[in-house]
């Protein structure tokens, strides 16, 4: 069965800092990958998605992701947090019927 | 540019009450799916819908849940009797054949009292 970790519950980062999230899938075959954001009150939006080809994968709002086959990893990144990137963040494998699986969520909070 | 929408956007209902919340997907998708979020947790897949029948159902989609597909636009999800746990944010989402790409709504809030 097809799994998603997020090990990061919460993280703080100051405005203009870098940012990685972090996240690991667990899936028999060849993935497919997505981080999704949610703002407050909000619904997901897709912010980037990997299917195959080239493993640095670009985003809206200028994140970027990279994936790892040998770490089963596909951690989002971004050069310089804003503070209107605060949100949470979801990183998903689809798998049979297209069927979603979602990480538990990180909560990102931007500090000025 | 198109998108997902869903009605209402929050619904408050009384226990053991019926509750049927709607969803337009985008026109050209062919797959339809529905997902919760209980307060504080992850987001939880239901059921997907593909030619007018359920693809794919989890164990928390029982028998008092129920999708349609009314018209050939509307996209619904039916809880019969609510229980306070079925409190949650449902997002419905829609995608094309042959992509892996979901689009979701903004979700529908249900409070059960």
């Known amino acids: 069965a097809q799994s998603v970790t997020q090990p990061d519950i919460h993280i703080t980062v100051s405005e203009g800092a870098s940012l990685e999230l972090r996240c690991n899938y667990s899936?028999?075959?060849?993935?497919?990958l997505f981080w999704y954001v949610q703002s407050p009150g909000q619904g997901l939006q897709l912010l980037l998605k990997?299917?195959?080809?080239?493993?640095l994968v670009q985003g809206i709002k200028g994140f970027e992701a990279e994936f790892k086959r040998s770490q089963s990893s596909f951690n989002l990144r971004k050069p310089s947090v804003h503070w209107s990137d605060a949100a949470e963040y979801f990183c998903?494998?689809?798998?049979?019927?297209?069927?979603?699986?979602f990480g538990i969520g990180t909560k990102l909070q931007v500090i000025p | 540019e198109p998108e997902v929408t869903q009605t209402p956007s929050h619904q408050v209902t009384q226990m053991g009450q019926e509750v049927i919340l709607r969803c337009v997907p985008i026109?050209?998708?062919?797959?339809f799916y529905w997902y919760r979020q209980i307060l504080g947790q992850k987001v939880e897949f239901l059921v997907s819908?593909?030619?007018?029948?359920?693809?794919?159902k989890s164990e928390i989609f029982d028998d008092q849940f129920s999708v349609e597909r009314p018209d050939g636009s509307n996209f619904t999800l039916k809880i019969r009797s609510t229980k306070l746990e079925d409190s949650a944010m449902y997002f419905c989402?829609?995608?094309?054949?042959?992509?892996?790409?979901?689009?979701f709504g903004p979700g529908t809030r249900l409070t059960v009292l």
């Open positions: 989402a829609s995608g094309t054949l042959g992509s892996a790409t979901q689009y």
């Open positions: 899936y028999g075959a060849t993935p497919y």
């Open positions: 990997y299917f195959s080809g080239d493993t």
């Open positions: 998903a494998v689809v798998g049979g019927y297209q069927k979603v699986t």
């Open positions: 026109s050209n998708h062919l797959y």
């Open positions: 819908f593909y030619n007018n029948e359920i693809s794919e």
